[in-house]
């Protein structure tokens, strides 16, 4: 089963593990985030990303898709098996199956390149932020009323067999526990604390993303995707013309 990210105390601190190919975007794009205070780790092709990531377990990845030996959509996948660290896709053509194939591998988030060093960086932290998130108690308990049995508890929201601990941040569904990703349980608690509610694609881009700048909003579809794989297709309502909500 993947394990749980470990949760860098600081942007600082944390160590990210770059795979690409090309020399000269590789050492650009190290010395840039280390310029920002990150610790960088590098790998040319895909097979060596996957065994430097088993040795030292990176807090971020950022991938590029166009990877000798093993692709960055391939690599993705085989990180998903093994962890729920927050993966970056980097694309140099930003096509629609790039993006696609990225997503549903199991990255959070794609930049197309080039990409400049300020989008570049938020990004990055915006990952780092949400695999660290923990919500406001209060919040917690405000979306815990009405949602069903367990309401009392400020900290365990209940939809059905769903259940949902926001200070453990764990969820589980008919008692077994699910894998989720940062992303993916943010996006649940966003759709937790407003149950019923329709959330439209840009707000879930702001809330979830932090992306301030227009988004492409098939990021939030295939992480709708994911999500409904595992906590149920039924939970989330697709409202057209609009976005989603949680059913309640």
Not at 196 to 215: C, I, K, P
Not at 230 to 243: D, P, W
Request: charged share 25%; glycine share 8%; with cysteine.
């Amino acid at each position: 089963m993947a394990s749980p990210p470990a949760t860098p105390a600081s942007a600082t601190e944390a160590h990210l593990l770059l795979v690409e190919d090309d020399e000269v975007i590789r050492n650009t794009v190290r010395m840039l985030l280390e310029r920002y205070g990150f610790t960088v780790s590098t790998a040319a092709d895909g097979m060596s990303g996957l065994e430097m990531f088993r040795e030292r377990r990176p807090d971020l990845l950022l991938l590029d898709v166009m990877l000798p030996e093993l692709d960055g959509i391939g690599l993705c996948r085989r990180i998903r098996e093994l962890s729920l660290a927050p993966i970056l896709m980097m694309s140099a053509r930003g096509d629609a199956l790039d993006v696609v194939s990225g997503l549903e591998a199991g990255a959070d988030d794609y930049v197309v390149k080039p990409v400049e060093s300020a989008v570049l960086v938020a990004r990055i932290r915006s990952l780092l932020r949400r695999a660290s998130f923990t919500p406001a108690h209060s919040r917690a308990g405000a979306s815990g009323a009405g949602a069903g049995p367990g309401a009392g508890d400020t900290t365990t929201l209940t939809f059905g067999d769903l259940t949902i601990d926001t200070r453990g941040m764990e969820v589980h569904r008919a008692g077994q526990p699910l894998a989720l990703t940062p992303t993916e349980l943010r996006m649940l608690l966003e759709f937790a604390a407003s149950p019923g509610v329709v959330l439209e694609r840009r707000t879930l881009l702001s809330r979830v993303w932090d992306h301030a700048w227009h988004g492409d909003t098939r990021v939030v579809d295939l992480h709708v995707q994911r999500l409904r794989a595992k906590i149920g297709a039924e939970r989330i309502e697709t409202v057209r013309g609009f976005g989603y909500k949680l059913r309640r």
